[in-house]
């Protein structure tokens, strides 16, 4: 069972999320927020697995910084930013901040329960034209390889797939690995690259022109 809050400061939009949520196998919704504020007092009890995290808010912190707070002391939790807008600044600053995936609000439900799905099983999910922007972004800002980062090859490929929006079962079936040593590379990539997260850490990679 995956566990997901909602932070949705539109209670149409935000019971339509919880009623495509709880309609799912597989998907339990545990909390509704219209404030950051409110799903951080009940995050170290309720500990989700999935959050859906709305960039825009009226009033209070934003989704980003609510990201930037959560990733300091829960590193596992997968949140998932949501928008109306594709603004390219939003986009990196909450990529930067720790998001893992981010996704635009006309997202169909069957391809929302999908990138849930996903991120639970440590994949990076984005609205198509979100993708396309981050990785355009990227390559203008691509850097000479940084020796000092020292991925080995097999950690190339794993990063490098993971970059292409594979999930991590897929990656493993690609490379004829296992998912805990898909995992295991992952783990050596965050450390050498200083990240927190997945999308952090291809962020980094792409920056230093390591892939």
């Not at 404030?35 to 007092?41: D, V």
């Not at 097999?154 to 970059?163: C, F, G, M, T």
């Amino acid at each position: 069972m995956i566990h997901v809050s909602i932070v949705e400061d539109d209670k149409i939009i935000r019971q339509s999320l919880q009623m495509i949520i709880d309609g799912t196998d597989g998907l339990k919704c545990i909390g509704t927020y219209e404030k950051c504020e409110f799903l951080l007092k009940d995050i170290q009890q309720k500990k989700p697995d999935v959050i859906l995290m709305d960039i825009h808010l009226k009033g209070g912190i934003s989704g980003i910084e609510a990201t930037r707070e959560i990733r300091r002391d829960f590193q596992n939790i997968v949140i998932l930013m949501q928008t109306i807008y594709e603004e390219d600044n939003k986009i990196f600053d909450a990529l930067c901040a720790g998001a893992n995936g981010y996704l635009l609000k006309k997202t169909s439900p069957a391809k929302l329960i999908e990138a849930i799905k996903e991120g639970a099983e440590g994949g990076a999910p984005m609205s198509p034209s979100i993708a396309k922007k981050v990785v355009a972004h990227f390559q203008l800002m691509r850097k000479p390889p940084d020796n000092d980062s020292r991925l080995s090859d097999r950690e190339l490929d794993v990063l490098k797939l993971i970059a292409d929006g594979k999930p991590y079962k897929q990656a493993a079936d690609i490379l004829s690995i296992s998912v805990p040593t898909i995992r295991f590379h992952m783990g050596n990539i965050y450390k050498k690259l200083h990240a927190t997260s997945q999308s952090e850490a291809v962020a980094k990679a792409l920056r230093k022109g390591l892939i």
